[in-house]
């Protein structure tokens, strides 16, 4: 079992900038791809970014390509979302999640994903 605590979120202008943590506990994370997804009011959660066991492969959504960053910190068992020039629309509650079956491609797929977080809110206000 992994634990997933999400932390960072808040309120920020338009343009603002904010970075997310991901703590895991249970277990060590460096076998897992881990993702982080987000859900806005009505609508259905959507894939962020998701980054490979080790870090050297990663999937972003369109929408944030060239405006968030995902990483991970595998000693510190920590995922992050460096998310900059942020818009109105990027306003939802983001979650992280750890994928265990093995593979190292980091999917966007949520279905793909066993472990999550109970998320952190995050409004940009315009």
């Known amino acids: 079992q992994v634990q997933l605590v999400e932390s960072g979120g808040g309120l920020v202008q338009a343009g603002g900038s904010l970075r997310l943590s991901c703590a895991a506990s249970g277990r060590s994370i460096d076998q897992y791809t881990m993702g982080w997804f987000r859900q806005a009011p009505g609508k259905e959660r959507e894939v962020v970014a998701a980054i490979s066991c080790v870090g050297t492969i990663t999937n972003y959504a369109e929408s944030v390509k060239g405006r968030f960053t995902i990483s991970r910190d595998n000693a510190k068992n920590t995922v992050y979302l460096q998310m900059n020039s942020l818009k109105v629309e990027d306003t939802a509650v983001y979650c992280c999640?750890?994928?265990?079956?093995?593979?190292?491609?980091?999917?966007?797929?949520?279905?793909?994903?066993?472990?999550w977080g109970q998320g952190t809110q995050v409004t940009v206000s315009s």
């Open positions: 999640a750890a994928r265990g079956s093995g593979s190292n491609y980091p999917s966007r797929l949520r279905d793909d994903y066993d472990y």
